[in-house]
């Protein structure tokens, strides 16, 4: 609440002008009707002095008479309703026109004195008797040669009495003029300030707020232009908030639903502002903790305060630990212009950092199942070309075992192409999904493994628990898949195993399983088997030179490019069963 400052200076400032000028005016009216009523008394009683001087003069009393001087005295004072005296050089009263009790030490009087030195001289004080009484003397030669003084005086009360009277109605009018100036400063203090008042009403609306608040003022001149002014800064005002909030929710909206993580530090290393992401990651209770206690990284700690130093952004990699899982953070460091905040931007490079960790351990294995044969073929190649020939048997076996190694070569290489195709984007994006019949894909597997299978006395069959319907995908590689599980369930299998492919189906997709009742695989190593180069026991097969460990990852790839999922169920020495789903064709089906 304020005080209404303005408006009571306004009141303050009229009353007190129109007090003093009224104060002015009531006292120069008074001084001026005091110093004319006076002077007009004095004037009149000048005139009766002059009078009597003239009539004393003219009946040529002589001072020797004094009897005849008070009788005349005494009646000219009757006749003119005043008192006379006729005071001598030494001060003291020669005739009265009646008696007095002071007669002596008139030169005091300064009537007296001036009129003794030729002037007129006049006063206004109490008398003998206390009353307020006006002398006036002139100066009067009397016979013989002597210089005297005729003074009249006469009470001055009714004078005064006049000017109390006259100062009571002026102090009257005074006040009821001064009341009357008050309560027109009121109200006029009122009509200047209210649309003040209404405009500061309406202006302290805007500044709480209520932006769409204007003020309607009817009149002109400075009141108007200020209320234009005001109107048109609350509209400026408002429609710059709705730009810079719009701004401001696009960059919210932005910044929540990015995809990396984005925190706002302080200049003491509080997280001031987070993302959703940054929340999901960091936990919803970062806000306002220091960003050892909130990310625990010194390496981070130490980009923040070079950047805060330096005000030169930088990169940095962070290894950081979450519920267990780890990360890898490329984080991009930059101070903001305002004070020293710290913008950290945080791109989860894990999943490129696992690709490029397998590309190289991927390749490692590759050279090393690579050279594992090459160094076969080149010994035996070495040794026969040494001169170490010897039985026709011995080097029939050497040659095998250099044929037996290229061909191992020639599968690993195979794999290998299979694999780099299926990994390749362009050529996963390429690929046609077109619809294909299930019917058939199943007994071209069982005729290409029915040799095999009879050579280790192998039972391979088929069960269609639906009939087979049309699928979404590409044969030659949905054939793969089957082929390389076929192929690793004989491997497995003891000779007078089970092999059985199935085909089932559901609403959506269609399901191929391969079980065999072979050597199964331990709980501990199923998670493993999809991983490259990944074999459980290299020689828990007899005589197996063939494998390459990427028969099962190749089957995954083909699996995941024609969006199917694959699953394995093994129990050791009991069997194994792989199956996977391949989307049906439903365009077809539903036909
Ligand atoms: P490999 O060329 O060695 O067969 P795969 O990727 O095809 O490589 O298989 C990976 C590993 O999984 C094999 O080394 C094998 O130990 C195990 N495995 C695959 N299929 C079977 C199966 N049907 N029965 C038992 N073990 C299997």
Known sequence: MYRPLIRNRITIYFIVITGGALLFLGLYTLYAFKEYSEKNFIDSMFIHARYSRDVLYGESPDIRQRDRLNTLAFNLGDSMGLDIE???????????????????????????ASALTGNFGWDIRPDDTGQKTAFVAVPFTISPPYQAVVRVSQPAEELYGQFAGLA????AAFLVALFLAAWLSVRLAKRLVRPLEEITDSAAKMSAGQLDERIHYKGDGEFALLSHVLNNLAANLSQKIHETSAEKQKLELILQNMDNPVLLFDKNGRVSAANRHGQQLFGPNLLGQHQLAAIGSSVLDTAIRSVQDNSVAKSTTLKLTFNGLKYIFQVFVASLPAGQN?????????????????????????SHELATPLTAIRGFSETLLDGGLGSTATNIKFIKIIHEESERMQRLLADLLRLARLDAADYRQAIALSPIAAEGLLEEVLEEFSNQCQHKNISLSIDYQRQPGSLLANRDWLKQALVNLTENAVKY???????????????????????DSGLGIAPEN??????????????????????????LAIVKSIVEMLGGTVKVESRLKIGTTFSFTVPLNKILVSS
């Open 86 to 112: 006729v005071i001598g050089q030494s001060g003291a009263v020669i005739a009265a026109s009646r008696p007095r009790s002071a007669n002596a030490g008139q030169l005091e009087k300064s009537e007296v």
């Open 168 to 171: 009571r109605a002026i102090a």
């Open 342 to 366: 710290i913008l950290c931007v945080f791109h989860d490079i894990t999943a490129l950092q696992n690709i490029y960790e397998k590309q190289m351990e991927f390749v490692a294995n590759a």
């Open 493 to 515: 299998s003891p000779e007078g195993g089970k092999i059985m492919l199935t085909y089932d189906a559901d609403d959506a997709c269609a399901t191929f399983s391969v079980s």
């Open 526 to 551: 199923l998670p493993l088997v999809f991983e490259r180069f990944y074999q459980v026991d290299k020689a828990r097969v007899k005589g197996n030179s063939g494998g390459t460990g990427l028969g």
